[in-house]
Protein backbone atom coordinates (compact mmCIF):
# COMPACT_ATOMS: atom_id res chain seq x y z
CA UNK A 1 0.00 0.00 0.00
CA UNK A 2 2.77 2.85 0.92
CA UNK A 3 4.73 1.56 -2.36
CA UNK A 4 1.18 2.10 -4.82
CA UNK A 5 1.10 5.98 -2.92
CA UNK A 6 4.22 6.69 -3.39
CA UNK A 7 4.16 6.02 -7.18
CA UNK A 8 0.97 8.29 -7.27
CA UNK A 9 2.97 10.49 -5.51
CA UNK A 10 5.50 10.20 -8.36
CA UNK A 11 3.45 10.34 -11.05
CA UNK A 12 1.11 13.79 -10.01
CA UNK A 13 4.96 15.35 -9.78
CA UNK A 14 6.10 14.22 -13.31
CA UNK A 15 2.83 15.36 -14.38
CA UNK A 16 2.09 11.74 -16.36
CA UNK A 17 -0.98 11.47 -14.03
CA UNK A 18 -4.37 10.47 -15.52
CA UNK A 19 -7.78 9.76 -13.73
CA UNK A 20 -8.93 6.52 -16.06
CA UNK A 21 -5.65 4.15 -16.14
CA UNK A 22 -1.77 4.92 -15.94
CA UNK A 23 -0.62 2.94 -18.91
CA UNK A 24 3.72 4.76 -18.39
CA UNK A 25 4.63 1.71 -20.80
CA UNK A 26 3.24 3.52 -23.67
CA UNK A 27 4.44 7.43 -22.81
CA UNK A 28 7.23 8.16 -25.28
CA UNK A 29 9.38 9.44 -22.62
CA UNK A 30 12.33 11.07 -25.12
CA UNK A 31 9.62 13.79 -26.07
CA UNK A 32 10.68 16.93 -25.91
CA UNK A 33 13.59 16.06 -23.27
CA UNK A 34 16.92 17.27 -23.70
CA UNK A 35 19.52 15.98 -25.59
CA UNK A 36 22.95 15.95 -27.23
CA UNK A 37 24.50 15.04 -30.03
CA UNK A 38 28.48 14.39 -31.04
CA UNK A 39 28.53 17.45 -33.23
CA UNK A 40 26.45 19.71 -35.19
CA UNK A 41 26.27 19.22 -38.47
CA UNK A 42 24.58 22.51 -39.32
CA UNK A 43 21.68 23.63 -40.86
CA UNK A 44 19.60 23.52 -37.79
CA UNK A 45 19.86 19.38 -37.44
CA UNK A 46 19.92 19.27 -33.97
CA UNK A 47 19.78 16.57 -31.74
CA UNK A 48 16.46 17.71 -30.41
CA UNK A 49 15.61 17.06 -33.83
CA UNK A 50 15.56 13.72 -33.24
CA UNK A 51 13.19 13.96 -30.06
CA UNK A 52 10.65 16.79 -31.02
CA UNK A 53 7.97 14.56 -32.08
CA UNK A 54 8.09 15.15 -35.44
CA UNK A 55 8.16 12.15 -37.78
CA UNK A 56 9.00 14.05 -41.03
CA UNK A 57 11.93 11.64 -42.52
CA UNK A 58 13.02 14.82 -44.65
CA UNK A 59 16.59 15.75 -43.91
CA UNK A 60 16.24 18.98 -42.03
CA UNK A 61 13.87 17.50 -39.38
CA UNK A 62 16.11 14.80 -38.52
CA UNK A 63 19.47 14.85 -36.22
CA UNK A 64 22.76 14.49 -37.97
CA UNK A 65 26.17 14.53 -36.64
CA UNK A 66 29.55 15.64 -38.73
CA UNK A 67 31.99 13.01 -39.51
CA UNK A 68 33.59 11.77 -36.42
CA UNK A 69 37.42 11.57 -35.00
CA UNK A 70 38.33 10.01 -31.93
CA UNK A 71 35.19 9.08 -30.87
CA UNK A 72 32.00 7.23 -31.77
CA UNK A 73 29.18 9.21 -32.73
CA UNK A 74 26.44 9.25 -30.62
CA UNK A 75 23.12 11.01 -29.78
CA UNK A 76 22.32 11.27 -25.84
CA UNK A 77 18.83 11.99 -24.40
CA UNK A 78 18.51 12.91 -20.66
CA UNK A 79 15.17 11.71 -18.89
CA UNK A 80 15.69 13.61 -16.06
CA UNK A 81 14.49 11.19 -13.47
CA UNK A 82 15.33 7.62 -13.39
CA UNK A 83 13.14 4.94 -15.50
CA UNK A 84 13.36 1.24 -16.11
CA UNK A 85 13.99 1.40 -19.77
CA UNK A 86 12.21 -1.35 -21.96
CA UNK A 87 11.97 -0.69 -25.51
CA UNK A 88 12.86 1.89 -27.87
CA UNK A 89 11.90 2.82 -31.61
CA UNK A 90 14.38 4.89 -34.02
CA UNK A 91 12.78 6.73 -37.68
CA UNK A 92 15.47 6.08 -39.94
CA UNK A 93 16.39 8.88 -42.79
CA UNK A 94 15.61 7.95 -46.42
CA UNK A 95 17.79 7.13 -49.72
CA UNK A 96 21.27 6.16 -48.99
CA UNK A 97 21.66 8.50 -46.05
CA UNK A 98 19.58 5.85 -44.57
CA UNK A 99 22.23 3.14 -45.23
CA UNK A 100 24.14 5.20 -42.20
CA UNK A 101 21.95 3.80 -39.14
CA UNK A 102 23.39 0.37 -38.90
CA UNK A 103 25.90 -1.17 -36.10
CA UNK A 104 24.26 1.13 -33.14
CA UNK A 105 23.74 0.17 -29.41
CA UNK A 106 21.40 1.72 -26.92
CA UNK A 107 22.84 1.93 -23.48
CA UNK A 108 21.56 3.54 -20.39
CA UNK A 109 23.34 5.83 -17.40
CA UNK A 110 22.72 6.51 -14.38
CA UNK A 111 25.33 9.28 -14.69
CA UNK A 112 25.77 12.28 -17.58
CA UNK A 113 28.18 9.57 -19.94
CA UNK A 114 30.04 12.35 -21.78
CA UNK A 115 33.47 12.02 -20.66
CA UNK A 116 33.34 8.02 -20.86
CA UNK A 117 32.17 7.66 -24.45
CA UNK A 118 34.90 5.64 -26.54
CA UNK A 119 34.92 2.98 -28.93
CA UNK A 120 34.71 -0.20 -27.28
CA UNK A 121 34.09 0.99 -24.14
CA UNK A 122 33.64 -1.77 -21.32
CA UNK A 123 30.22 -2.78 -19.85
CA UNK A 124 30.79 -2.45 -16.37
CA UNK A 125 29.33 1.30 -15.52
CA UNK A 126 26.23 1.09 -17.99
CA UNK A 127 23.29 -1.28 -18.79
CA UNK A 128 23.15 -1.96 -22.81
CA UNK A 129 19.64 -1.95 -23.51
CA UNK A 130 19.99 -3.63 -26.88
CA UNK A 131 22.84 -4.12 -29.74
CA UNK A 132 22.02 -3.70 -33.40
CA UNK A 133 24.38 -4.98 -35.63
CA UNK A 134 21.89 -4.76 -38.86
CA UNK A 135 21.21 -1.99 -41.26
CA UNK A 136 17.63 -0.38 -40.01
CA UNK A 137 15.66 -0.36 -43.11
CA UNK A 138 15.27 3.22 -44.82
CA UNK A 139 12.46 5.97 -43.79
CA UNK A 140 10.81 3.25 -41.78
CA UNK A 141 10.96 2.75 -37.92
CA UNK A 142 12.89 0.30 -36.66
CA UNK A 143 11.35 -1.12 -32.98
CA UNK A 144 13.43 -2.81 -30.40
CA UNK A 145 13.07 -4.45 -27.41
CA UNK A 146 15.69 -4.40 -24.95
CA UNK A 147 17.29 -7.47 -24.62
CA UNK A 148 16.96 -6.29 -20.52
CA UNK A 149 15.57 -3.99 -18.79
CA UNK A 150 17.86 -0.96 -17.75
CA UNK A 151 17.76 1.38 -15.14
CA UNK A 152 19.00 5.28 -15.26
CA UNK A 153 18.31 8.73 -16.37
CA UNK A 154 20.59 8.94 -19.73
CA UNK A 155 20.10 7.03 -22.82
CA UNK A 156 22.96 6.92 -24.81
CA UNK A 157 22.52 5.93 -28.82
CA UNK A 158 25.87 4.94 -30.27
CA UNK A 159 27.47 4.26 -33.66
CA UNK A 160 29.86 1.42 -33.52
CA UNK A 161 31.55 2.44 -36.50
CA UNK A 162 32.54 6.35 -37.44
CA UNK A 163 29.77 7.26 -39.67
CA UNK A 164 27.35 10.06 -39.47
CA UNK A 165 24.72 9.96 -36.90
CA UNK A 166 21.26 11.02 -38.38
CA UNK A 167 17.93 9.98 -36.26
CA UNK A 168 14.54 11.45 -37.62
CA UNK A 169 13.11 10.09 -34.25
CA UNK A 170 13.93 8.32 -31.07
CA UNK A 171 11.39 7.13 -29.04
CA UNK A 172 11.86 5.53 -25.71
CA UNK A 173 9.41 3.68 -23.40
CA UNK A 174 9.63 2.31 -19.42
CA UNK A 175 8.65 2.70 -16.24
CA UNK A 176 9.07 5.08 -13.89
CA UNK A 177 11.70 3.67 -11.39
CA UNK A 178 9.43 3.40 -8.11
CA UNK A 179 12.60 2.68 -5.80
CA UNK A 180 11.35 5.44 -3.87
CA UNK A 181 11.49 4.08 -0.58
CA UNK A 182 13.42 3.40 2.44
CA UNK A 183 15.02 0.27 1.19
CA UNK A 184 17.79 2.69 0.24
CA UNK A 185 20.04 4.30 2.81
CA UNK A 186 21.86 8.00 1.34
CA UNK A 187 25.06 5.45 1.11
CA UNK A 188 23.63 3.70 -1.62
CA UNK A 189 22.82 7.12 -3.74
CA UNK A 190 26.47 8.15 -4.40
CA UNK A 191 28.22 5.64 -6.18
CA UNK A 192 32.22 6.43 -6.04
CA UNK A 193 35.30 6.14 -8.44
CA UNK A 194 38.47 6.03 -5.74
CA UNK A 195 41.88 7.67 -6.48
CA UNK A 196 40.06 9.13 -9.47
CA UNK A 197 38.79 12.68 -9.77
CA UNK A 198 36.90 14.32 -12.55
CA UNK A 199 39.38 16.83 -14.29
CA UNK A 200 37.67 18.10 -17.55
CA UNK A 201 38.44 21.60 -18.69
CA UNK A 202 35.05 21.78 -20.02
CA UNK A 203 33.74 21.40 -16.21
CA UNK A 204 35.43 23.73 -14.28
CA UNK A 205 35.27 22.65 -10.73
CA UNK A 206 33.42 24.72 -8.28
CA UNK A 207 35.43 23.85 -4.70
CA UNK A 208 34.22 23.90 -1.04
CA UNK A 209 35.05 22.82 1.87
CA UNK A 210 32.95 20.90 3.79
CA UNK A 211 32.30 18.69 6.99
CA UNK A 212 31.46 15.21 5.23
CA UNK A 213 30.59 13.71 2.05
CA UNK A 214 26.84 14.70 2.71
CA UNK A 215 27.45 18.20 2.11
CA UNK A 216 29.43 18.09 -0.69
CA UNK A 217 26.59 16.53 -2.33
CA UNK A 218 23.98 18.82 -0.69
CA UNK A 219 25.71 21.19 -2.67
CA UNK A 220 25.77 19.26 -6.02
CA UNK A 221 22.38 19.31 -6.17
CA UNK A 222 21.67 22.51 -5.48
CA UNK A 223 23.59 23.54 -8.49
CA UNK A 224 22.75 24.00 -11.86
CA UNK A 225 24.74 21.66 -14.10
CA UNK A 226 26.13 19.41 -11.22
CA UNK A 227 26.47 16.06 -13.06
CA UNK A 228 29.33 14.67 -9.93
CA UNK A 229 31.40 15.96 -7.40
CA UNK A 230 35.27 15.31 -6.66
CA UNK A 231 35.37 14.54 -2.60
CA UNK A 232 38.49 13.92 -1.14
CA UNK A 233 38.83 12.57 2.52
CA UNK A 234 41.50 15.45 3.51
CA UNK A 235 41.56 19.02 3.19
CA UNK A 236 43.96 20.17 0.28
CA UNK A 237 44.37 23.92 0.06
CA UNK A 238 40.92 24.31 2.06
CA UNK A 239 39.17 22.06 -0.08
CA UNK A 240 38.02 18.69 0.04
CA UNK A 241 34.51 19.24 -2.58
CA UNK A 242 34.77 19.92 -6.27
CA UNK A 243 31.31 20.13 -8.02
CA UNK A 244 31.63 19.14 -11.44
CA UNK A 245 29.67 21.50 -13.04
CA UNK A 246 29.50 20.93 -17.40
CA UNK A 247 28.37 23.47 -20.19
CA UNK A 248 29.08 21.46 -22.69
CA UNK A 249 30.14 18.42 -23.56
CA UNK A 250 33.42 17.19 -21.33
CA UNK A 251 36.49 15.88 -23.44
CA UNK A 252 38.89 15.18 -21.30
CA UNK A 253 38.04 12.96 -18.44
CA UNK A 254 40.13 12.22 -15.81
CA UNK A 255 42.65 12.45 -13.27
CA UNK A 256 44.58 9.85 -11.16
CA UNK A 257 45.27 11.28 -7.92
CA UNK A 258 44.63 9.17 -4.59
CA UNK A 259 44.30 11.98 -2.28
CA UNK A 260 40.50 12.23 -4.23
CA UNK A 261 37.79 9.87 -4.87
CA UNK A 262 35.09 10.68 -7.74
CA UNK A 263 31.23 10.13 -7.60
CA UNK A 264 27.92 10.44 -8.77
CA UNK A 265 24.74 10.20 -7.54
CA UNK A 266 23.06 7.11 -8.32
CA UNK A 267 20.66 4.80 -6.84
C1 LIG B 1 7.87 18.98 -39.22
O1 LIG B 1 8.73 20.11 -39.24
C2 LIG B 1 8.74 20.77 -40.49
C3 LIG B 1 9.80 21.85 -40.41
O2 LIG B 1 9.62 22.66 -39.30
C4 LIG B 1 7.37 21.33 -40.78
O3 LIG B 1 7.37 21.96 -42.06
C5 LIG B 1 6.38 20.16 -40.81
O4 LIG B 1 5.08 20.67 -41.00
C6 LIG B 1 6.45 19.38 -39.53
N1 LIG B 1 5.64 18.18 -39.69
C7 LIG B 1 4.77 17.82 -38.79
C8 LIG B 1 4.01 16.55 -39.08
O5 LIG B 1 4.57 18.45 -37.78
C1 LIG C 1 30.05 -3.38 -35.32
O1 LIG C 1 31.09 -2.56 -34.87
C2 LIG C 1 32.02 -3.22 -34.06
C3 LIG C 1 32.99 -2.19 -33.52
O2 LIG C 1 33.59 -1.48 -34.55
C4 LIG C 1 32.71 -4.28 -34.87
O3 LIG C 1 33.63 -4.98 -34.06
C5 LIG C 1 31.68 -5.24 -35.39
O4 LIG C 1 32.28 -6.16 -36.25
C6 LIG C 1 30.60 -4.49 -36.14
N1 LIG C 1 29.55 -5.42 -36.49
C7 LIG C 1 28.98 -5.41 -37.66
C8 LIG C 1 27.92 -6.45 -37.86
O5 LIG C 1 29.28 -4.63 -38.54
C1 LIG D 1 7.01 1.08 -34.47
O1 LIG D 1 6.91 2.31 -33.78
C2 LIG D 1 6.17 3.31 -34.47
C3 LIG D 1 6.28 4.61 -33.71
O2 LIG D 1 5.83 4.47 -32.39
C4 LIG D 1 4.73 2.85 -34.65
O3 LIG D 1 4.00 3.83 -35.34
C5 LIG D 1 4.72 1.54 -35.40
O4 LIG D 1 3.40 1.05 -35.47
C6 LIG D 1 5.61 0.50 -34.74
N1 LIG D 1 5.72 -0.64 -35.61
C7 LIG D 1 5.48 -1.86 -35.17
C8 LIG D 1 5.62 -2.94 -36.18
O5 LIG D 1 5.16 -2.09 -34.03
Redesign the pocket.
Known sequence: MPFVWMKLVLLNLFGFWNTDVVVFGSVNLALNKPTRQTSEYGGGRFSFKAVDGNLSTHNLDCSHTTYPTDTPNWLMVDLKVEYEITSI?VLNRPGDAGDKLRNFTVSVWQYDPGPHIKYNMVDTEYCICVHYPNTAERAT?T?LTCTKICMGRFVLFILNYQEILSICEL?IFGDIYNGCSTQYLPEMNIKKVEGKRSSSPNCPPLPYEVTNVYECIHQCLQMNNCISFNYGPNLINSVNCQLVRCFSHPKEDFTVDSDWNWRYLSR
Do not use: Q, T
Request: glycine share 0%; hydrophobic share 25%.
Open positions: NWNE
